[in-house]
């Protein structure tokens, strides 16, 4: 893989529904932060730039991992949209692919990541998404479709109609996208949902409408996609990292 690709991962949130003082990122599976897991995954793929979005109690995250990453601050954290714009001063120059996960996803793999950019450089796309086909994750954003196939927008599950909460492909939360139609479409994203927050998925959306190209990747890797939103998810990570000695 190319070494002029950047990685940004997004960890300034509180993560309320943990139900503690302590930053989500920072809490530990088999005996290693959240976050710690996410960036070894990065690291993998010798990355031009590793970034790391810090917000909340974000000393605690520089503590952790120290000067391995490059750090930039979503003082107030107003949605995942605005938590990558912090980035951009960083990346204004930039015209590569940039990967976009989450601190709280502590499985995704180098394969998923290579796959993505793969599916980025041969369909000549300015975006790419992983997206997973369940029953389950009722919680993740609903992945839209032209009639031609097309990815056209994703809704996330608290603004979705009745008939798109129907959808069975959901969105897993990880992209790559091309640096400056990403950072261009993101100046569009506006706060008018339930959350009052700017959603990074809503560059989808804004990216499809503009006519350009936006590919999924469907994952059937279910176990590796799971995200920790609670004390119970941790338990059950938890239990897989230690089954896997991971």
Known sequence: MSNNLISIILAAGQGTR??????????????????????????????????????????????????????????????TGHAVQQAEKLLFDYGGYVFISHGDHPFLTKEMFVELHRACQEQTADAALLTVKSDEYTDWGRIVRTEDGDVKDIVEAKDASPEIA??????????CFRAQPLFAALKKVSAGNKQEEYYLT?????????????????????KNIIGINSQADLARADQIARQNNK
């Open 18 to 79: 943990m139900k503690s003082e302590l930053p989500k990122v920072l809490h530990k599976i088999g005996g290693k932060t959240l976050v710690e897991r996410c960036v070894e995954t990065v690291e993998q793929l010798d990355v031009k730039r590793l970034i790391v979005v810090v917000g909340h109690k974000q000393e605690l995250v520089r503590e952790v991992l120290g000067d391995r990453v490059e750090y930039v601050e979503q003082a107030k954290q107003l949605g």
């Open 166 to 175: 129907t959808s069975k492909e959901k969105n897993v939360g990880f992209y």
């Open 202 to 222: 809503d560059v989808i959306g804004i990216l499809s409408e503009q006519g350009q190209k936006v590919v999924s990747v469907i994952t059937k890797d279910y």
